[in-house]
């Protein structure tokens, strides 16, 4: 298993991996068919844009100096152990039992012995992580993906996707115990999603310098990106040889983005 992957989230390492293959012939594109709407997502791009370089990236940045790296990894794994547990379900919603009954051991043995999935002791043992959503589930149920939606906040997405990331809501333990529990309760587990996004935004810190170096036009090489990546993750990169990259080209992305 490629070594950077046990510090860096899979779902980076996948896009990371479109991005740098579009660099090569990324150019100014005729507007998509796939993107009717392409005028107004430019305008809520760049909204996103201005949004993350004010407040995103300063909080990004200051939450990656004050946090020892041994705790910022620790943190990464335990959201990311609590996204296991959509990933099990919805690798059984797409009759992946085999798969899923590996998600389902990971997430027992990370909250065990990996003390809250702060330590993931399940990838050594042969347990890896797999990268599950609903709005994958939905494009295995023949939905088709609609046209291309940049979402305010949260960005790059589809009439799929937008679906999707409801039905990952309800799949994620925080949303009920937010909703079901006392005021106090409550807040705090809005603290705790804040963190989560502040956290994997500071995995991506830089990734938007590779954007900008790599792309004549920022936005056909983002929505190339995320409609490439999120194929691969459909097909489970079964039909996608090409974005396959040797570990020095993708030590060399990391380090970029470090």
């Not at 009717?36 to 200051?62: C, H, T, Y």
């Not at 088709?144 to 799949?171: E, N, Q």
Request: one cysteine or more; aromatic letters at 8%.
């Amino acid at each position: 298993m490629n070594p950077i992957n046990k510090q860096k989230p899979h779902t980076l390492s996948l896009f990371c991996i479109s991005l740098i293959l579009l660099s090569g012939c990324s150019q100014i594109e005729k507007p998509s068919a796939s993107d009717p709407w392409e005028g107004v997502n430019r305008n809520i791009q760049s909204f996103n844009d201005d949004l993350d370089a004010a407040i995103m990236q300063p909080v990004a940045k200051s939450y990656r100096a004050i946090t020892p790296k041994l705790v910022d990894t620790g943190i990464t794994h335990a959201f990311s152990n609590l996204q296991d547990i959509g990933v099990a379900v919805n690798n059984g919603l797409q009759a992946k039992p085999k798969l899923a009954s590996m998600d389902t051991a990971r997430f027992l043995l990370n909250s065990t012995v990996g003390i809250a999935g702060i330590f993931d002791v399940a990838t050594p043992m042969g347990l890896e992580k797999h990268e599950e959503d609903f709005g994958q589930t939905l494009a295995v149920w023949n939905m088709p993906s609609g046209p291309y939606i940049v979402l305010p906040f949260y960005g790059s997405s589809s009439a799929r996707g937008l679906l999707g990331r409801v039905g990952d809501m309800a799949l994620h333990p925080i949303t009920y115990v937010g909703a079901f529990s006392s005021t106090g309760v409550g807040w705090g587990m809005a603290g705790l999603r804040a963190v989560e996004i502040v956290d994997t935004r500071a995995d991506l810190l830089g990734l938007e310098t590779v954007v900008e170096q790599a792309a004549l036009d920022r936005y056909s090489f983002i929505r190339s990106a995320y409609q490439q990546q999120r194929e691969h993750l459909i097909k489970d990169g079964e039909s996608s040889e090409s974005l396959k990259l040797d570990l020095d080209i993708e030590e060399d992305l990391y380090e970029g983005l470090d």
